[in-house]
């Protein structure tokens, strides 16, 4: 079992039936349960309670599902190995003595530990899919407007969306099944109008589909990892697939410009907590300035306050056309550059991440590494697509994840392709 799995450990039970009846859900703890509490991994909210459900517990409650506890992350989604927890790092089932990914690395891990059958996670920059190639389960980022919104404590808006996460790629789909569709409380969710299920895409039949394999995102894999990567794209070959080799040339600044735009949203997103409305308070009588900065230096962690800054900065005077600007012009050449490989493509294929789990406490040090490990995750969330991670197999014993890129709204093709493997 892995360690420090659950912040809460506190049982949601759902309707007596519905298509997650007797199912057990792990909820990443910055998604809002009225009454028990969300912290999203911060001494800030250490004893925040929320008055009310998000659109997915909601949603997950009505479908039967039994939601087991609120699961460790990093501190508000800050970080690739859930090792910025104000409540401590959890320990990878899959690779014991290992990381479990992040941000989602709780949700994760609860799966592979066989602590819940299911889990819910959110993904900004890849929180659902580093998790899910590290602790070797299935794990999906849906399109942007997707899934609501309703009820997640905002990181970075125009990034964000929550996901699934399960040992297989139907059970995955079935909870997307559950947790998909508009939403009155989140004006960017649409419906699709389509009535077959995610779950019923889970064929397993890839005769005929066409992968992209962007070169760009393999340059700076670990051996290891690239050859797993190909054993899974030749099985996928076997079974009536091909492949081709694309380009994407803009992803070569994708980490920069995501970081800057997650950054520069954070810093707005989390002003919000200043001992008063929200949080731990500053103690401080009379002078509100020494209060707040007092607050959030006792409420924050290291890296949180690392993100403030550097988004603080990049929106500041006379450095938001410099930073903030350029960052949302990469933005819109990323999503160009996928749409065109897409455009002669179904799918594009990647390892989810270019390394095997780092061990715990490797890259605390080094938030560079860390940084630079999204690299093949951050570009999606750039344009807006969906992606999937599933199990690629192992190299030195490590887990190795398999990431498929596809067009937005095109979640059905991903899982039928997935299908395959996992």
Same mark, same amino acid.
């Given at each position: 079992?892995?360690?420090?799995?659950?912040?809460?450990?506190?049982?949601?039970?759902?309707?007596?039936?519905?298509?997650?009846?007797?199912?057990?859900?792990?909820?990443?703890?910055?998604?809002?349960?009225?009454?028990?509490?969300?912290?999203?991994?911060?001494?800030?909210?250490?004893?925040?309670?929320?008055?009310?459900?998000?659109?997915?517990?909601?949603?997950?409650?009505?479908?039967?599902?039994?939601?087991?506890?609120?699961?460790?992350?990093?501190?508000?989604?800050?970080?690739? @190995? *859930?090792?910025?927890?104000?409540?401590?790092? $959890?320990?990878?089932? #899959? /690779?014991? +003595?290992? %990381?479990? !990914?992040?941000?989602?690395?709780?949700?994760?891990?609860?799966?592979?530990?066989?602590?819940?059958?299911?889990?819910?996670?959110?993904?900004?920059?890849?929180?659902?899919?580093?998790?899910?190639?590290?602790?070797?389960?299935?794990?999906?980022?849906?399109?942007?407007?997707?899934?609501?919104?309703?009820?997640?404590?905002?990181?970075?808006?125009?990034?964000?969306?929550?996901?699934?996460?399960?040992?297989?790629?139907?059970?995955?789909?079935?909870?997307?099944?559950?947790?998909?569709?508009?939403?009155?409380?989140?004006? @960017? *969710?649409?419906?699709?109008?389509?009535?077959? $299920?995610?779950?019923? #895409? /889970?064929? +397993?039949? %890839?005769? !005929?589909?066409?992968?992209?394999?962007?070169?760009?995102?393999?340059?700076?894999?670990?051996?290891?990892?690239?050859?797993?990567?190909?054993?899974?794209?030749?099985?996928?070959?076997?079974?009536?697939?091909?492949?081709?080799?694309?380009?994407?040339?803009?992803?070569?600044?994708?980490?920069?410009?995501?970081?800057?735009?997650?950054?520069?949203?954070?810093?707005?997103?989390?002003?919000?907590?200043?001992?008063?409305?929200?949080?731990?308070?500053?103690?401080?009588?009379?002078?509100?300035?020494?209060?707040?900065?007092?607050?959030?230096?006792?409420?924050?962690?290291?890296?949180?306050?690392?993100?403030?800054?550097? +988004?603080?900065?990049?929106?500041?005077?006379?450095?938001?056309?410099?930073?903030?600007?350029?960052?949302?012009?990469?933005?819109?050449?990323?999503?160009?550059?996928?749409?065109?490989?897409?455009?002669?493509?179904?799918?594009?294929?990647?390892?989810?991440?270019?390394?095997?789990?780092?061990?715990?406490?490797?890259?605390?040090?080094?938030?560079?590494?860390?940084?630079?490990?999204?690299?093949?995750?951050?570009?999606?969330?750039?344009?807006?697509?969906?992606?999937?991670?599933?199990?690629?197999?192992?190299?030195?014993?490590?887990?190795?994840?398999?990431?498929?890129?596809?067009?937005?709204?095109?979640?059905?093709?991903?899982?039928?392709?997935?299908?395959?493997?996992?």
């Amino acid at each position: 079992m892995a360690a420090n799995v659950f912040i809460t450990e506190e049982t949601i039970e759902g309707a007596e039936d519905g298509p997650l009846a007797g199912r057990t859900v792990a909820v990443k703890d910055n998604i809002s349960t009225a009454g028990v509490r969300t912290t999203c991994g911060s001494a800030m909210l250490e004893e925040y309670v929320p008055p009310y459900d998000a659109t997915v517990v909601s949603r997950l409650k009505d479908a039967g599902a039994t939601i087991v506890g609120k699961a460790n992350m990093d501190e508000f989604g800050m970080g690739t @190995t *859930t090792e910025t927890s104000y409540f401590g790092p $959890t320990d990878n089932p #899959a /690779a014991p +003595g290992h %990381v479990p !990914g992040g941000s989602s690395g709780g949700s994760a891990a609860a799966v592979a530990a066989g602590e819940a059958d299911l889990a819910l996670g959110s993904d900004t920059g890849g929180s659902i899919r580093c998790p899910a190639a590290f602790c070797g389960v299935v794990g999906i980022k849906p399109t942007y407007g997707l899934v609501s919104r309703y009820g997640l404590v905002a990181y970075a808006n125009s990034l964000e969306q929550i996901g699934p996460l399960a040992n297989t790629v139907e059970d995955a789909a079935e909870l997307l099944d559950v947790i998909a569709g508009s939403d009155e409380n989140d004006a @960017t *969710t649409r419906s699709e109008g389509d009535e077959t $299920t995610y779950a019923d #895409a /889970a064929t +397993g039949d %890839v005769d !005929g589909l066409t992968i992209g394999v962007p070169t760009e995102l393999l340059e700076g894999a670990d051996e290891g990892v690239r050859e797993t990567f190909w054993d899974a794209i030749a099985d996928l070959e076997d079974r009536g697939a091909s492949y081709h080799e694309v380009s994407l040339p803009s992803v070569e600044h994708a980490v920069e410009a995501y970081y800057v735009i997650a950054m520069s949203e954070a810093s707005s997103n989390l002003a919000r907590f200043d001992g008063v409305r929200y949080g731990t308070s500053g103690g401080y009588d009379g002078n509100w300035n020494e209060a707040f900065s007092q607050a959030r230096k006792e409420g924050f962690g290291d890296e949180v306050k690392r993100r403030i800054l550097l +988004g603080t900065y990049a929106l500041s005077a006379g450095y938001h056309d410099k930073y903030y600007k350029k960052a949302q012009d990469a933005r819109a050449w990323v999503k160009q550059d996928f749409d065109e490989a897409l455009s002669d493509a179904d799918v594009l294929a990647s390892p989810t991440m270019p390394v095997p789990p780092f061990e715990l406490g490797e890259s605390l040090d080094d938030p560079l590494q860390m940084y630079l490990a999204d690299a093949n995750t951050t570009p999606v969330n750039l344009a807006d697509l969906p992606a999937i991670s599933v199990p690629a197999g192992e190299t030195d014993g490590l887990p190795v994840g398999l990431q498929l890129v596809g067009p937005a709204f095109g979640e059905r093709t991903l899982i039928r392709a997935a299908s395959a493997l996992a």
